[in-house]
T-cell receptor, first 110, second 114 residues
Framework: EDQVTQSPEALRLQEGESSSLNCSYT??????LFWYRQDPGKGPEFLFT?????EEKEKERLKATLTKKESFLHITAPKPEDSATYLC???????????WGAGTKLIIKP | KAGVTQTPRYLIKTRGQQVTLSCSPI?????VSWYQQTPGQGLQFLFE???????NKGNFPGRFSGRQFSNSRSEMNVSTLELGDSALYLC?????????????FGSGTQLSVL
């Protein structure tokens, strides 16, 4: 069964304290893995798409990496405005439907 | 460029009623998809419309339906509401390619069924 699992469920960090969020997946024929950020009361906002193992993408303090079984979202020297829920989703080769993880709620304290 | 607009923002209905939600995609985007988000189940795909045709469908009962108009605006309808339909309903638009394009989400409609 296709599955996406994110960990931890919640993460509290001090401002400037770097860490990583994990997204592990079991899916046959990965077409792409997506990272989104969701703020309270808003819809998810696209961050990255990764297509193949070894691929990396960066945006400001965020860096996403992909292996054959999991993806990491690394956050370097986070700021309070990075507080949000980070969602991971995968798409199979043969199916348009995205399979979403439950998300990691990130809280950055000043 | 205006983002994805969903109306209404909040809705309160009672069991057995029906509801219609509206979504206006980003100008030039021809694909509109709908998602249900709940604390327990997370984000779940309902259906996707492209050029007024339902192109993909998730695993929801027939009470959930949708349509898309010639201007790409989309509506979603839920008939015979159940308590379990309480959720945030999100609409997302994308340009053309169904597989590779990123999704642009609206802020959602928060539906409460009493």
């Amino acid at each position: 069964e296709d599955q996406v699992t994110q960990s931890p469920e919640a993460l509290r960090l001090q401002e400037g304290e770097s860490s990583s969020l994990n997204c592990s997946y079991t899916v046959s024929g990965l077409r792409g893995l997506f990272w989104y950020r969701q703020d309270p009361g808003k819809g998810p906002e696209f961050l990255f798409t990764l297509y193949s193992a070894g691929e990396e993408k960066e945006k400001e303090r965020l860096k996403a990496t992909l292996t054959k079984k999991e993806s990491f979202l690394h956050i370097t020297a986070p700021k309070p405005e990075d507080s949000a829920t980070y969602l991971c989703a995968v798409r199979r080769d043969s199916n348009y439907q995205l399979i979403w993880g439950a998300g990691t709620k990130l809280i950055i304290k000043p | 460029k205006a983002g994805v607009t969903q109306t209404p923002r909040y809705l309160i209905k009672t069991r057995g009623q029906q509801v219609t939600l509206s979504c206006s995609p980003i100008s030039g985007h021809r694909s509109v998809s709908w998602y249900q988000q709940t604390p327990g189940q997370g984000l779940q795909f309902l259906f996707e419309y492209f050029s007024e045709t339902q192109r993909n469908k998730g695993n929801f009962p027939g009470r959930f339906s949708g349509r898309q108009f010639s201007n790409s605006r989309s509506e979603m309808n839920v008939s015979t509401l159940e308590l379990g339909d309480s959720a945030l309903y999100l609409c997302a638009s994308q340009r053309t390619d169904p597989f590779d394009e990123k999704l642009f989400f609206g802020s959602g409609t928060q539906l409460s069924v009493l």
